[in-house]
């Protein structure tokens, strides 16, 4: 048995290997504060910590090689990747995910990737060291007080000051990261008291018992789509992050109501499905009469929550579905709005509309939105096929889509770029898409390409990357490379900041501070680093390329070349 820590149990009949599931009543667990911590996150179905080594955390990197099993540890060139893989972790597996931060730079790295899951809706834990309490205020190397910092945005920061505080702390991290709404939590624990020993009750990781919608309320959203004439659905984020995309797609297809999806919602109505109407997102909007939008806040996004009035129409009344009650618009007008489990409020409102004595009849509504979306697929589809020089970015899109499994997990780390992504890939599958989010932070890519690969080891990966974006971070390559994780990544590469250049030159005729170095050789770096890459100018080599890349094995950089003037065409700047 190890040293560092141990299991007993008042359960002779009890399997000691269990950690990580659910355990026996009367377990308990004994060791250094890192075992105690790494027990808790297995518990709670954790199996890989995204870390940056540092001395303030080796209790942790101990107790995860001395776990039964070990815990993986995959470790990063910045902590920002660590955070942002750990982030992804929690979107891709809907578990928490753990990021593992030394202290002061490396808690302070990784508060960007903390913001995006706060505002993305994202489950993870990010445990910080912490300087030595018996020299606090003396000024021992990194000494800062983190939870101060983090805590605007996070769930809960806090510090667990002694070791006897680790089991239940982290604990009760993990089981507030994943509960609705879901979100980052942070802790720290002081160097010196992560060293020492402690025991308690080893976590069952049980999770809390969904909460119940409000019948009445699902009663008056079934009225109000049994009284609509032109009804559309909204999809987002935390209808996957629920486990409501059954739910969601029974609503669609039992009530015939054309849908739109965003964020993690795409791939709930699959791509290509009659009532997917995404491409006729401005019609249906601005003709709609009732607007439900289920699991994604009445953002930029969503006009902030007015639809319809087009050509002086009636606005639509809008209901808001969320998944708790905080996530209820408190900005826009409401008709109707319920909280709770989304499967159970998504199944509540199709049992109280098929309870209405009126039948709605959308037939004429959705065949109009359908006949837009294939009047859109025509126009995308000279674009998709361009053979303009420099490339278009959607000629891009043209040679990938095909080439992409049902399963494939596709990841956009872009500004201008991934805005065409939005636009032409459209998920098979619920679960397979990563986008920066409503936060609009660059730099997660590789951090989200690393969890990805881990995640869904026999899935295709794809990285989206903007030539801007790839700045950030793609010296984590590298750690693709070390931890034999092969993933696709295809660069549109315009030697700008797209998204910036154009706005700017429309405000003020010029830009200034929006342009990159003129056809950088990416894929060199990538080569630099141990994987594999090249560069593409003519259109028609774009496929080839991609079919290499597939091929590989390894982590493969495709860069293209695109023109910086076929800019997005895009109806709102986020403000």
């Given at each position: 048995?190890?040293?560092?820590?141990?299991?007993?149990?008042?359960?002779?009949?009890?399997?000691?290997?269990?950690?990580?599931?659910?355990?026996?009543?009367?377990?308990?667990?004994?060791?250094?504060?890192?075992?105690?911590?790494?027990?808790?996150?297995?518990?709670?179905?954790?199996?890989?910590?995204?870390?940056?080594?540092?001395?303030?955390?080796?209790?942790?990197?101990?107790?995860?090689?001395?776990?039964?099993?070990?815990?993986?540890?995959?470790?990063?060139?910045?902590?920002?990747?660590?955070?942002?893989?750990?982030?992804?972790?929690?979107?891709?597996?809907?578990?928490?995910?753990?990021?593992?931060?030394?202290?002061?730079?490396?808690?302070?790295?990784?508060?960007?990737?903390?913001?995006?899951?706060?505002?993305?809706?994202?489950?993870?834990?990010?445990?910080?060291?912490?300087?030595?309490?018996?020299?606090?205020?003396?000024?021992?190397?990194?000494?800062?007080?983190?939870?101060?910092?983090?805590?605007?945005?996070?769930?809960?920061?806090?510090?667990?000051?002694?070791?006897?505080?680790?089991?239940?702390?982290?604990?009760?991290?993990?089981?507030?990261?994943?509960?609705?709404?879901?979100?980052?939590?942070?802790?720290?624990?002081?160097?010196?008291?992560?060293?020492?020993?402690?025991?308690?009750?080893?976590?069952?990781?049980?999770?809390?018992?969904?909460?119940?919608?409000?019948?009445?309320?699902?009663?008056?959203?079934?009225?109000?789509?049994?009284?609509?004439?032109?009804?559309?659905?909204?999809?987002?984020?935390?209808?996957?992050?629920?486990?409501?995309?059954?739910?969601?797609?029974?609503?669609?297809?039992?009530?015939?109501?054309?849908?739109?999806?965003?964020?993690?919602?795409?791939?709930?109505?699959?791509?290509?499905?009659?009532?997917?109407?995404?491409?006729?997102?401005?019609?249906?909007?601005?003709?709609?009469?009732?607007?439900?939008?289920?699991?994604?806040?009445?953002?930029?996004?969503?006009?902030?929550?007015?639809?319809?009035?087009?050509?002086?129409?009636?606005?639509?009344?809008?209901?808001?579905?969320?998944?708790?009650?905080?996530?209820?618009?408190?900005?826009?007008?409401?008709?109707?709005?319920?909280?709770?489990?989304?499967?159970?409020?998504?199944?509540?409102?199709?049992?109280?509309?098929?309870?209405?004595?009126?039948?709605?009849?959308?037939?004429?509504?959705?065949?109009?939105?359908?006949?837009?979306?294939?009047?859109?697929?025509?126009?995308?589809?000279?674009?998709?096929?361009?053979?303009?020089?420099?490339?278009?970015?959607?000629?891009?899109?043209?040679?990938?889509?095909?080439?992409?499994?049902?399963?494939?997990?596709?990841?956009?780390?872009?500004?201008?770029?991934?805005?065409?992504?939005?636009?032409?890939?459209?998920?098979?599958?619920?679960?397979?898409?990563?986008?920066?989010?409503?936060?609009?932070?660059?730099g997660a890519g590789l951090g989200a390409a690393i969890a990805a690969r881990i995640a869904r080891p026999s899935a295709q990966v794809v990285l989206l990357l903007g030539d801007g974006a790839a700045g950030f971070s793609l010296m984590d390559v590298d750690t693709l490379v070390r931890h034999d994780l092969p993933v696709v990544m295809v660069m549109g590469n315009n030697s700008a900041w797209g998204l910036e250049k154009g706005p700017m030159q429309m405000l003020y005729g010029y830009d200034v501070a929006a342009d990159l170095a003129p056809r950088t050789a990416y894929h060199e770096v990538v080569k630099a680093l141990g994987g594999a890459g090249e560069v593409v100018t003519d259109p028609r080599q774009i496929g080839p390329a991609l079919d290499r890349a597939f091929a590989a094995g390894v982590p493969y950089l495709v860069n293209i070349i695109t023109d910086v003037d076929a800019a997005y065409p895009r109806a709102t700047f986020g403000i």
């Open positions: 048995m190890s040293n560092v820590g141990h299991m007993t149990t008042t359960d002779p009949t009890s399997d000691a290997s269990a950690v990580g599931s659910t355990s026996p009543t009367g377990s308990e667990i004994e060791g250094h504060a890192g075992t105690l911590a790494v027990a808790a996150a297995r518990a709670h179905g954790v199996e890989t910590m995204f870390t940056l080594s540092g001395a303030h955390v080796f209790p942790m990197y101990d107790g995860a090689v001395k776990a039964d099993p070990p815990m993986r540890l995959v470790d990063v060139r910045h902590e920002q990747t660590a955070a942002f893989a750990a982030e992804a972790t929690g979107k891709l597996t809907r578990r928490p995910g753990l990021a593992v931060l030394t202290a002061g730079p490396g808690v302070t790295n990784g508060i960007s990737a903390i913001a995006q899951a706060t505002f993305a809706g994202s489950p993870m834990v990010v445990v910080g060291g912490r300087a030595p309490a018996n020299r606090w205020g003396s000024g021992s190397l990194q000494e800062l007080d983190h939870p101060p910092i983090v805590a605007p945005v996070a769930k809960d920061a806090r510090t667990l000051h002694l070791a006897s505080d680790v089991l239940g702390g982290m604990d009760a991290a993990f089981a507030t990261a994943g509960a609705s709404h879901r979100g980052p939590v942070f802790v720290d624990v002081p160097m010196d008291e992560f060293f020492n020993s402690a025991s308690g009750p080893l976590p069952t990781g049980a999770r809390p018992a969904p909460e119940q919608p409000d019948p009445d309320a699902l009663r008056t959203i079934g009225r109000l789509l049994a009284e609509a004439s032109r009804p559309v659905l909204v999809l987002g984020t935390d209808v996957w992050a629920d486990g409501a995309e059954e739910a969601a797609l029974r609503l669609v297809e039992e009530a015939g109501l054309p849908a739109i999806t965003n964020g993690m919602g795409r791939g709930v109505v699959p791509g290509g499905h009659p009532l997917l109407v995404t491409k006729a997102r401005s019609a249906a909007f601005g003709g709609a009469d009732l607007v439900v939008v289920v699991g994604t806040p009445l953002d930029f996004r969503l006009g902030y929550g007015v639809f319809g009035g087009k050509d002086g129409a009636t606005p639509a009344r809008v209901v808001h579905v969320a998944d708790s009650a905080a996530q209820v618009s408190g900005h826009a007008e409401l008709a109707a709005s319920a909280y709770g489990d989304l499967t159970l409020a998504l199944d509540g409102v199709l049992a109280a509309l098929q309870a209405q004595p009126r039948k709605p009849d959308h037939a004429a509504w959705v065949s109009d939105l359908q006949a837009k979306v294939g009047a859109a697929a025509e126009r995308d589809a000279q674009l998709l096929a361009a053979e303009a020089d420099p490339v278009h970015p959607a000629r891009i899109y043209g040679e990938l889509v095909p080439r992409l499994a049902d399963d494939a997990v596709v990841i956009g780390d872009g500004g201008d770029f991934v805005s065409f992504a939005g636009k032409y890939v459209e998920p098979k599958r619920p679960g397979g898409w990563l986008d920066p989010g409503p936060y609009g932070c660059l």
